[in-house]
Every structure is written in structure tokens, then in C-alpha cells.
């Protein structure tokens, strides 16, 4: 199994509802990610997993909230978000995060539309 | 910091031209190089890397060689295909750190 699955494909949803977007990858990578995407832009790195343990969070809103369950699944939980974080979100994960284990695998992305 | 710079397009070819989206990278010691291919409505797919100076990197047609002397990974497939029109993104990976960092993005498209 070489994929990273990311769920729902599309989500709208309110700026009161809470939401949550689940990513899975049986690779046994031990590092995962969450990117945000803009239309024609990069992808923005959000928050880093290794081994389970939150690594890097580059300043996100705390209305996004990442969780890492296990080393399988990752989740990023939505709460009173605005429309300009209508996004792609996407999931990547690694075997791990050196140098030369640091090749990303992504998931095909949860498009997010807020209104 | 550590900077990919890529030429942003749009690309426009025909089907059967030759293609090059030049790629330059600011890193400090060795980083690892790679080109990533999105298409429409889809997440991001590794099309090749090189991990050290002077490897080639290929798949499915397209090359791109490590030239540390020129910090540049650029690009190349001898013959494009519709199939081919997508967005691509030149990526570094640091010897040191956690950080991935990419280019902005080039968006080829291929008429037939």
C-alpha cells in the first residue's frame, strides 16, 4: 500500500459548524503533515507529526486543531472557521524527517469551501 | 533561509515540443532536489528527485539533473503530451531541519 487516503473529498460548511478531516497511510511512515493550499499557489506547510508527537506548527489559528491518534492517522479538526480558509487541505506523510527519509507522500486533498 | 525559484508560467506547448522549467534553489549544505506534478483537482505526485551533485533524476520522459554548481534542477522531457498539462513544482528537502520547501509552481499546458 503505497497511498496516503484523505476524507471527505469536499466539505462545505458554516463558520459555526465543527468539521474534521481524517488522513490514513499504511506505508508505516512516522511522519505526517498537514499542508493548506491555495488556488495556483504552494502548498503552506501547517503542522508536522513525528513519531505521534506534534513537531512543528507554524503558527496556524487554533481553530484548527491537529490530532495524531496513532501512527497510522492523522486528523485536523475545524472549528469557527472564515471563508478565507476555503482551501485544499492536504495530508503528506514520510518515513521519517531527516535528511534522505524526508520524500513526500501525498493524499489527494479534502477541499474545503467555508461560507 | 532556504529558496526554490522556479519560472511561474503559464507554459504553453504543443503536443510532441520539446519542454524546460528551469529550477534554482538557495540551501545551505546538501539538500535533496525534487519536481512534484499536480493535475487539476488532484493532491501532489513525486515525479523524480536527486538526493546528491551530479545524479539524474527521471520518470515517465522527464530528467532533471542535480548541478550544484549552478544550484539548478531544471526540468526536461524531449516530448510533451496533452497528458502532461498539470502544475509543477520544484521542491528542496534541507540536510539539516524538518522543512520542506517548494517553488511556486509552474503550470504547463499541452495543446494538441
Known amino acids: 500500500d503505497t497511498e496516503v487516503t484523505q476524507t471527505p473529498k469536499h466539505l462545505v460548511m458554516g463558520m459555526t459548524n465543527k468539521k474534521s478531516l481524517k488522513c490514513e497511510q499504511h506505508?508505516?511512515?512516522?511522519?505526517m503533515y498537514w499542508y493548506k493550499q491555495k488556488a495556483k499557489k504552494p502548498p503552506e506547510l501547517m503542522f508536522v507529526?513525528?513519531?505521534?508527537?506534534?513537531?512543528i506548527n507554524e503558527s496556524v489559528p487554533s481553530r484548527f486543531s491537529p490530532e495524531c491518534p496513532n501512527s497510522s492517522l492523522l486528523n485536523l479538526h475545524l472549528h469557527a472557521l472564515q471563508p478565507e480558509d476555503s482551501a485544499l487541505y492536504l495530508c503528506?506523510?514520510?518515513?521519517?524527517?531527516?535528511?534522505?527519509?524526508?520524500?513526500?507522500?501525498f493524499g489527494a486533498g479534502s477541499r474545503l469551501t467555508v461560507l | 533561509g532556504n529558496s526554490v525559484t522556479q519560472m511561474e508560467g503559464p507554459v504553453t506547448l504543443s503536443e510532441e515540443a520539446f519542454l524546460t522549467i528551469n529550477c534554482t534553489y538557495t540551501?545551505?549544505?546538501?539538500?535533496?532536489l525534487f519536481w512534484y506534478v499536480q493535475y487539476p483537482g488532484e493532491g501532489l505526485q513525486l515525479l523524480l528527485k536527486?538526493?546528491?551533485?551530479?545524479d539524474k533524476g527521471s520518470n515517465k520522459g522527464f530528467e532533471a539533473t542535480y548541478r550544484k554548481e549552478t544550484t539548478s534542477f531544471h526540468l526536461e522531457k524531449g516530448s510533451v503530451q496533452v497528458s502532461d498539462s498539470a502544475v509543477y513544482f520544484c521542491?528542496?528537502?534541507?540536510?539539516?531541519?524538518?522543512?520542506?520547501?517548494f517553488g511556486p509552481g509552474t503550470r504547463l499546458s499541452v495543446l494538441p
Open positions: 503528506a506523510s514520510s518515513r521519517g524527517t531527516g535528511s534522505g527519509a524526508n520524500v513526500l507522500t
Open positions: 506505508m508505516g511512515h512516522r511522519a
Open positions: 507529526y513525528s513519531y505521534e508527537k506534534l513537531s
Open positions: 540551501a545551505t549544505g546538501y539538500p535533496s
Open positions: 536527486a538526493t546528491k551533485a551530479d
Open positions: 521542491a528542496l528537502s534541507a540536510q539539516y531541519g524538518q522543512n520542506f520547501v
